[in-house]
T-cell receptor, first 117, second 108 residues
């Protein structure tokens, strides 16, 4: 597809379980971002990749959260030992370039809604 | 940390201009102002961005004050489809801080 694709669109899990959320960015986009959005709040930055490497992971809330992008394209956000407070919409965005403000437009996916019971 | 302040909500009559203000008093000289909007249950959508000069595109206009401490997004002829949450963002390096945005309701 032409846009950023995220799967699953909805995920319901039980407290303590492991979850993986997938993001397929726009082809050719080198920068990839993960955000988390809780109800009534704006998106909160989690991590940013430039190519295969995590250039900035300062937004990850704790060591239960981890993200990879092994081939510089698809990325997976992994959450271990999920807690009810992890319930949110997880948004992925990609960008052609990240370091040049004039071309820094982010293209967002529709998000993966995670519910932890 | 959000670096911007926006009103929580605004209404605008259909067909009229919607003017959405944003304060970013701590903005640095090389930080850009971006605007995104988010329609219910969708991912945020880019609208416009600028550094110092006013900008215009097919969606909106961005007016930045001379001291760069505030800006206004203008939707010249609001339609019902413009009802959304509008985020004013100061881009710091590679991070986009979204804040809580302004919920704009366009009224028929």
């Amino acid at each position: 597809g032409a846009g950023v694709s995220q799967t699953p669109s909805n995920k319901v899990t039980e407290k303590g379980k492991y979850v993986e959320l997938r993001c397929d960015p726009i082809s050719g986009h080198t920068a990839l971002y993960w955000y988390r959005q809780s109800l009534g709040q704006g998106p909160e930055f989690l991590i940013y990749f430039q190519g295969t490497g995590a250039a900035d992971d300062s937004g990850l809330p704790n060591d239960r959260f981890f993200a990879v992008r092994p081939e510089g394209s698809v990325s997976t956000l992994k959450i271990q030992r999920t807690e009810r407070g992890d319930s949110a919409v997880y948004l992925c965005a990609s960008s052609l370039f990240a370091a040049l403000p004039t071309t820094g437009e982010l293209f967002f996916g529709e998000g993966s809604r995670l519910t932890v019971l | 940390d959000a670096k911007t302040t926006q009103p929580t909500s605004m209404d605008c009559a259909e067909g009229r201009a919607a003017n959405l203000p944003c304060n970013h008093s701590t903005i640095s000289g090389n930080e850009y102002v971006y605007w995104y909007r988010q329609i219910h249950s969708q991912g945020p959508q880019y609208i416009i961005h600028g550094l110092k000069n006013n900008e215009t595109n097919e969606m909106a206009s961005l007016i930045i004050t001379e001291d760069r401490k505030s800006s206004t997004l203008i939707l010249p002829h609001a339609t019902l489809r413009d009802t959304a949450v509008y985020y004013c963002i100061v881009r710091a390096g590679n991070q986009f801080y979204f804040g809580t945005g302004t919920s704009l309701t366009v009224i028929p």
